[in-house]
Nanobody, 122 residues
Framework: GLLVESGGGLVQTGGSLRLSCAVSGFTFGASAIGWFRRFPGKVREAVACISTSDGRTYYEESAKGRFTISSDNGQNTVYLQMNSLKPEDSAVYYC????????????????WGKGAPVTVSS
């Protein structure tokens, strides 16, 4: 499987970004696809997850109310819409996928992208 992130960059506090994750190499429509982030010098943390078979979504507390995960099964792409961004959201964002799953496993996703850096300036 191959996952490629795009859409990262520099944004001011309060701004928005939409990350995209293009998926290939496994059955997109029956997978768990998640977004994770890694802060400088810290461990990776989960952000949000979507089950592409039924559209169920899961969010970590830090993402609730500001971030929205969605999928376009026709385009094999998962999005993360990030609004009201804060400097503490600055991190490298990764998407990851597990075919055949309905939930994300922070330590057990099968395939990972290379990451997209997001910087929120104050």
């Amino acid at each position: 499987g191959l996952l490629v992130e795009s859409g990262g960059g520099l944004v001011q506090t309060g701004g928005s970004l939409r990350l995209s994750c293009a998926v290939s190499g496994f059955t997109f429509g029956a997978s768990a696809i998640g977004w994770f982030r890694r802060f400088p010098g810290k461990v990776r943390e989960a952000v949000a997850c979507i089950s592409t078979s039924d559209g169920r979504t899961y969010y970590e507390e830090s993402a609730k109310g500001r971030f929205t995960i969605s999928s376009d099964n026709g385009q094999n792409t998962v999005y993360l819409q990030m609004n009201s961004l804060k400097p503490e959201d600055s991190a490298v964002y990764y998407c990851a996928g597990t075919p055949g799953a309905t939930m994300c496993d922070d330590d057990g996703m099968d395939y990972w992208g290379k990451g997209a850096p997001v910087t929120v300036s104050s």
